[in-house]
């Protein structure tokens, strides 16, 4: 589990506006840090303004979409990310389309319209997508 919190960092860190840290900093400022359920979660901005990552995983059996929740928090430098973030897995690696990338689509299309149902309408187009192999 920790690699995979220092990927989803480093996807974050590496896809955002370099002013985004400071725009979502200063929203944080007016809020107050909350502990939600057994600790695992912190929110300080209300839930509708969180933003999202995706991060497409493609691997040598299957592939991947990782959809992350995360908020800015009043004093730090990196974003709170919610774990586990939801995910759905295609028994399909993309490798085995090299031979036919017009047929990528079968398997990046469900993986994309996942994502879409996990992040609300009004954050996809401030939502950065990775793809990682």
């Not at 592939?63 to 028994?91: A, F, I, N």
């Not at 689509?105 to 009004?122: C, E, H, M, T, W």
Request: hydrophobic share 40%; aromatic share 6%.
């Amino acid at each position: 589990m920790k690699g995979a919190c220092v990927w989803i960092l480093a996807a974050l860190v590496l896809t955002l506006p370099l002013s985004a840290g400071k725009q979502n900093q200063d929203k944080a400022n007016s809020s107050t840090v909350v502990v939600v359920g057994g600790g695992s979660r912190m929110e300080s901005i209300p839930p509708q303004d969180a933003d999202y990552a995706v991060v497409i995983e493609a691997g040598s059996n299957s592939t991947v979409v990782h959809v992350y929740e995360y908020t800015w928090q009043t004093g730090h430098t990196y974003p709170q990310v919610t774990l586990p973030g939801k995910q759905l897995r295609v028994d399909h690696a993309l490798s085995q389309y090299a031979g036919s990338p017009g047929d990528i689509g079968k398997i990046v299309d469900p993986l994309i319209r996942f994502a879409g149902s996990a992040v609300p309408q009004d954050r996809q187009s401030a939502t950065p997508v990775v793809m990682t192999a």
